[in-house]
């Protein structure tokens, strides 16, 4: 059971540099979303997805793009990578209206 | 806008205590989803569990329980007897027009189990 697979789990990057953060479900859910975690702060939305075709924001979409031209997949764009942009990037899936929410392990990005 | 609330930032028990993480939440909406999720020292995010608006009975499954309260827009989590397993941050979410709008989490309280 793969459930939802992100990769890299790791990565440093410098200023200014673009990477994507994968993401891969395997339950044939809806509904795809992107959350990062910040020490004291939670976890916030980045983008979503309720389905391939259709991508919304969330409440801390700047300096990131989203597109989902499948089902399974859900990639996190870093155009242009800010040491703001450290944290650790979550990727979820569900069934609408409400699935119970399955994350992935979880990326640590450092940006220097 | 929704809103979740968790006032307390971390809380430290000995082992066999009983604990209560305390959630307030924010919503105009009659229809609404509440959770919560678990995530242990090893980073994992891990569902706990899902109540809608309508079901204001408390759950139990072993060791925690849950109490809703629509009057005082609370979502609490009791920990029974505590063990040193059950140290990791809980996070309380809340999604509306009938669970099809993103969960909102609260800022997580960390719950630390002393042997």
């Known amino acids: 059971n793969a459930g939802v697979t992100q990769t890299p789990k790791f990565q440093v990057l410098k200023t200014g540099q673009s990477m994507t953060l994968q993401c891969a479900q395997d339950m044939n859910h809806e509904y795809m979303s992107w959350y990062r975690q910040d020490p004291g702060m939670g976890l916030r939305l980045i983008h979503y997805s309720v389905g391939a075709g259709i991508t919304d924001q969330g409440e801390v979409p700047n300096g990131y793009n989203v597109s989902r031209s499948t089902t399974e997949d859900f990639p996190l764009r870093l155009l242009s990578a800010a040491p703001s942009q450290t944290s650790v990037y979550f990727c979820?899936?569900?069934?609408?209206?409400?699935?119970?929410?399955?994350f992935g392990e979880g990326s640590r990005l450092t940006v220097l | 806008a929704q809103k979740v609330t968790q006032a307390q930032t971390e809380i430290s028990v000995v082992e066999k205590e009983d604990v209560t993480l305390d959630c307030v939440y924010e919503t105009r909406d009659t229809t609404y989803y509440l959770f919560w999720y678990k995530q242990p020292p090893s980073g994992e995010l891990v569902f706990l569990i899902r109540r809608n608006s309508f079901d204001e009975q408390n759950e139990i499954s072993g060791r925690y329980s849950w109490n809703f309260q629509k009057s005082t827009s609370s979502f609490n989590f009791t920990i029974t007897a505590s063990q040193v397993v059950d140290s990791a941050v809980y996070f309380c979410a809340l999604s509306e027009n009938s669970g099809n709008t993103p969960l909102v989490f609260g800022k997580g309280t960390r719950l630390s189990v002393i042997a």
């Open positions: 979820a899936s569900s069934q609408l209206g409400p699935g119970e929410l399955f």
